[in-house]
């Protein structure tokens, strides 16, 4: 699963405001966050830019690993 959730919260920005930067809808990025949807490889890739980390920080595991 991605760590979306945890950086957008960190970063202090909604789902809403993700999912309108990235241009996807909210659901789908509620379905990314929670593991039920499998975006492609664009998709994650904007994802990233917009949260300004790395493709790799979103799949690690937690901070702490």
Do not use: C
């Not at 960190?10 to 930067?21: F, H, N, R, S």
């Amino acid at each position: 699963m991605f760590r979306i959730k945890p950086i957008r919260n960190k970063l202090g920005i909604t789902q809403k405001e993700l999912a309108d930067k990235v241009q996807i809808a909210q659901s789908y990025l509620s379905e990314i966050e929670t593991g039920k949807a499998n975006p492609s490889f664009q998709i994650i890739q904007r994802i990233a830019l917009k949260l300004g980390v790395s493709m790799i920080d979103l799949l690690k595991e937690n901070d702490n690993s």
